[in-house]
């Protein structure tokens, strides 16, 4: 089973500022098959990256995604208030599974 | 329009079962994989199973193999999960995701969940 780390696990901002959300795995993905989703109370999970650098649809563009092996990254380059959530890393390598996730809270 | 909604969920005594389904539309559900995927409450999201289009490969987290059951009936676009041997840890919101492709993968369209309670 290959285990997702992410950190933060909070992240304290001001809009306007930049995110930078690491997620680090146990082994190496294959094929970058990795994704990120946000979450937001009461709501399910939506889908921002996949294949660890594809936005999904009708994400906005300061929403990215990179990295490789075991380590990878979602930048949020500038947070507006609708981005305080929490974000959640998933693989797709080998089975599946998730990382803890990091809250984005307002400062 | 995409459409995943969940149903089945309720109060269990530990040691019980359940069956959830997940009644799908607005896409050819034969054509992708499906999940479930479940969320205790105020905790993260933990994968619990997947299965592909043609129900022919499965598989289960390490925490519920031996224990749930998923199936498909692609003629009635429905998912199911059916547990057993339910634990207090099995408490959940259980979400149906559809896989964005044919085999186990990111989930593009999530439903609603429903909500498992294992108590006495």
């Known amino acids: 089973e290959i285990v997702l780390t992410q950190s933060p696990a909070t992240l304290s901002l001001s809009p306007g500022e930049g995110a930078t959300l690491s997620c680090g795995a146990s082994?190496?993905?294959?094929?970058?098959?990795l994704a990120w989703y946000q979450q937001k109370p009461g709501l399910a999970p939506r889908l921002l990256i996949s294949?660890?650098?594809t936005r999904a649809t009708g994400i906005p563009d300061r929403f990215s995604g990179s990295g490789s092996g075991t380590k990878f990254t979602l930048t949020i380059s500038r947070v507006e208030p609708e981005d305080f959530a929490v974000y959640y890393c998933?693989?797709?390598?080998?089975?599946?599974?998730f990382g803890g996730g990091t809250r984005v809270e307002i400062k | 329009e995409v459409l995943l909604v969940e149903s089945g969920g309720g109060l269990v005594q530990p040691g019980g079962s359940l069956r959830l389904s997940c009644a799908a539309s607005?896409?050819?559900?034969?054509?992708?994989?499906m999940n479930w995927v479940r969320q205790a409450p105020g905790k993260g999201l933990e994968w619990v199973s997947a299965?592909?289009?043609?129900?022919?490969?499965?598989w289960y987290a390490d925490s519920v193999e031996g224990r749930f059951t998923v199936s498909r009936d692609n003629s009635k676009n429905t998912v199911y999960l059916q547990m057993y041997s339910l634990r207090a840890e099995d408490t959940a919101l259980y979400y149906c995701?559809?896989?964005?492709?044919?085999?186990?993968?990111?989930?593009?369209?999530w439903g609603q969940g429903t909500l498992v309670t294992v108590s006495s």
């Open positions: 082994q190496s993905i294959h094929s970058r098959y």
């Open positions: 299965i592909i289009g043609s129900g022919d490969n499965i």
């Open positions: 995701a559809k896989s964005t492709n044919l085999r186990a993968s990111d989930f593009d369209y």
């Open positions: 294949d660890a650098s």
């Open positions: 998933q693989q797709y390598g080998r089975s599946l599974s």
């Open positions: 607005g896409f050819t559900f034969s054509n992708y994989a």
